[in-house]
């Protein structure tokens, strides 16, 4: 496996990022291929990226460990690339909740160091204050140290019903207390009693010595421990990735850490932070972490206001006007566009849910569609056509294919592409041309090093992505 890993006297935690979910809450911009980890929702950064530097300093932290699964990885590598970060990229078979892909990040992590602190994170919360989240962790790590599974509970900003709650109790060291109570997603006015009381909220992010949580998780739980130790002990390599073995991890029970270990175990502790953390669950809550206008108007793309208030506007390319509209959600993507009411939340999962049965593709993928070579995305279609934008990154390169329904011509715009067909191979220029008979080998890379950009037009009487016949792949997708 990848990197170097340190003795128990190096003190340093190994940070978990958990990345592979696939949630809804901001859609249309997250959908289930690129969720909202890895969008840049505040600048030009993902969540990821910003979650990977916050625990980038060597004094404190080691080489993380990355959670995720088949679909995300090439996504998670390109993204750590940017960063210049290295990170062992452990990837998940099947979703069976944080529970076990947590515990599986600890069995890796203690099969290394058998006092290796680890310190998980979701990868798609926002915290503003690193500084104060970092004198966080050095407070919870004391307490990991001893045993104690931490976890981190964020002094509210308001009384809100969409958090866990946790009470906390005796002090154990300076900043970190025992958990008195861990209570469910209240009602509003339960929420203000709690907030009046100094309850805090649950981050869901924890820090503990990864003996200790394995061994609070076996004791509830032996068979799903027993389980995930052999598909991390089996794991496979694929390209540099950790391949948990699917059989294995199958059997584990899905199950959420909190109901797993958190809520049964007396070693809980919690250090209360306030670092201005959100777990970003929807667009109202972006638009409270955005940056407004006099009005109360916040814009990621292009925007205008005239006599409006309280809106928040996101678009990748078309612009937005708003006149004389208050508290509105607009989201602009190449292919869908949201209206909604900034604070109902409820109302755009029963939308999601209802695009599922009626539209399930603008829910699952985006035009522009990535791959580990680079992206393209659909101009236009037609019965027998489809012209496509691709992107070849520097260094990347397609499989060598063919297509039985389809013929295809490439006009290149942006850089030179190295093209296979058949037994020609050549050097294709910016304003030049190659044509792809149906039935043809072909290949297409980028040997410069900038983005090679090209426009495909495809023509034939099936032009589905399925009429891919992969011969080689540098991605093992043949």
């Given at each position: 496996?990848?990197?170097?890993?340190?003795?128990?006297?190096?003190?340093?935690?190994?940070?978990?990022?958990?990345?592979g979910g696939a949630g809804t809450r901001l859609w249309p911009a997250s959908r289930e291929v690129?969720?909202?980890?890895?969008?840049?929702?505040?600048?030009?950064?993902?969540?990821?990226?910003?979650?990977?530097?916050?625990?980038?300093?060597?004094?404190?932290?080691?080489?993380?460990?990355?959670?995720?699964?088949?679909?995300?990885?090439?996504?998670?590598?390109?993204?750590?690339?940017?960063?210049?970060?290295?990170?062992?990229?452990?990837?998940?078979?099947?979703?069976?909740?944080?529970?076990?892909?947590?515990?599986?990040?600890?069995?890796?992590?203690?099969?290394?160091?058998?006092?290796?602190?680890?310190?998980?994170?979701?990868?798609?919360?926002?915290?503003?204050?690193?500084?104060?989240?970092?004198?966080?962790?050095?407070?919870?790590?004391?307490?990991?140290?001893?045993?104690?599974?931490?976890?981190?509970?964020?002094?509210?900003?308001?009384?809100?019903?969409?958090?866990?709650?946790?009470?906390?109790?005796?002090?154990?060291?300076?900043?970190?207390?025992?958990?008195?109570?861990?209570?469910?997603?209240?009602?509003?006015?339960?929420?203000?009693?709690?907030?009046?009381?100094?309850?805090?909220?649950?981050?869901?992010?924890?820090?503990?010595?990864?003996?200790?949580?394995?061994?609070?998780?076996?004791?509830?739980?032996?068979?799903?421990?027993?389980?995930?130790?052999?598909?991390?002990?089996?794991?496979?390599?694929?390209?540099?990735?950790?391949?948990?073995?699917?059989?294995?991890?199958?059997?584990?029970?899905?199950?959420s850490v909190d109901y797993a270990v958190m809520e049964k175990t007396a070693r809980a502790a919690?250090?209360?932070?306030?670092?201005?953390?959100?777990?970003?669950?929807?667009?109202?809550?972006?638009?409270?972490?955005?940056?407004?206008?006099?009005?109360?108007?916040?814009?990621?793309?292009?925007?205008?206001?005239?006599?409006?208030?309280?809106?928040?506007?996101?678009?990748?390319k078309a612009l937005v006007a708003l006149e004389g509209v208050d508290d509105l959600v607009v989201?602009?993507?190449?292919?869908?566009?949201?209206?909604?009411?900034?604070?109902?939340?409820?109302?755009?999962?029963?939308?999601?849910?209802?695009?599922?049965?009626?539209?399930?593709?603008?829910?699952?993928?985006?035009?522009?569609?990535?791959?580990?070579?680079?992206?393209?995305?659909?101009?236009?279609?037609?019965?027998?056509?489809?012209?496509?934008?691709?992107?070849?990154?520097?260094?990347?390169?397609?499989?060598?294919?063919?297509?039985?329904?389809?013929?295809?011509?490439?006009?290149?715009?942006?850089?030179?592409?190295?093209?296979?067909?058949?037994?020609?191979?050549?050097?294709?220029?910016?304003?030049?041309?190659?044509?792809?008979?149906?039935?043809?080998?072909?290949?297409?890379?980028?040997?410069?090093?900038?983005?090679?950009?090209?426009?495909?037009?495809?023509?034939?009487?099936?032009?589905?992505?399925?009429?891919?016949?992969?011969?080689?792949?540098?991605?093992?997708?043949?």
């Open positions: 496996m990848n990197g170097v890993w340190k003795s128990a006297n190096d003190r340093r935690c190994v940070p978990l990022i958990m990345c690129r969720p909202k980890q890895f969008l840049p929702l505040f600048g030009k950064r993902s969540t990821f990226q910003e979650t990977l530097l916050r625990v980038s300093d060597p004094a404190l932290f080691g080489r993380p460990i990355v959670m995720t699964n088949t679909g995300y990885r090439f996504i998670v590598l390109e993204q750590l690339s940017e960063l210049g970060i290295e990170a062992d990229i452990l990837l998940e078979p099947a979703r069976r909740d944080s529970g076990p892909a947590i515990a599986a990040g600890a069995v890796l992590a203690d099969q290394r160091d058998a006092n290796a602190v680890v310190l998980a994170l979701a990868a798609d919360h926002v915290v503003r204050d690193t500084r104060s989240f970092v004198e966080a962790c050095r407070a919870g790590k004391v307490a990991a140290d001893e045993g104690f599974i931490v976890t981190f509970g964020v002094k509210p900003e308001r009384p809100a019903s969409d958090y866990g709650y946790i009470r906390p109790g005796d002090r154990i060291t300076d900043g970190v207390f025992k958990v008195g109570t861990f209570v469910e997603k209240p009602d509003a006015a339960t929420a203000a009693t709690y907030v009046e009381q100094g309850y805090l909220w649950n981050s869901g992010n924890f820090m503990f010595r990864a003996a200790s949580l394995l061994d609070e998780y076996r004791q509830h739980d032996p068979d799903s421990i027993a389980s995930i130790t052999e598909a991390v002990t089996d794991a496979g390599r694929d390209l540099g990735f950790v391949t948990l073995a699917p059989e294995a991890f199958g059997r584990a029970r899905a199950i919690v250090v209360p932070v306030d670092c201005g953390w959100s777990d970003v669950g929807s667009w109202h809550a972006v638009w409270e972490l955005s940056d407004k206008d006099d009005h109360g108007n916040a814009a990621q793309g292009m925007a205008v206001f005239e006599d409006s208030r309280n809106c928040n506007v996101t678009s990748d989201v602009a993507t190449t292919d869908a566009i949201l209206v909604s009411r900034q604070k109902d939340a409820n109302g755009l999962k029963r939308l999601v849910a209802k695009l599922k049965t009626v539209a399930p593709e603008v829910t699952q993928q985006h035009l522009r569609v990535h791959r580990p070579w680079g992206s393209y995305q659909s101009l236009d279609t037609g019965d027998r056509h489809q012209v496509k934008r691709i992107v070849v990154k520097a260094g990347g390169r397609l499989s060598l294919q063919k297509h039985h329904h389809r013929s295809e011509h490439w006009i290149v715009v942006r850089g030179t592409a190295l093209v296979t067909v058949n037994d020609l191979v050549k050097n294709v220029h910016e304003n030049e041309s190659i044509y792809i008979p149906i039935g043809a080998t072909h290949r297409l890379e980028n040997p410069g090093k900038i983005p090679l950009e090209l426009i495909e037009v495809q023509t034939g009487s099936y032009l589905g992505e399925d009429d891919i016949i992969r011969i080689e792949d540098d991605y093992q997708r043949a």
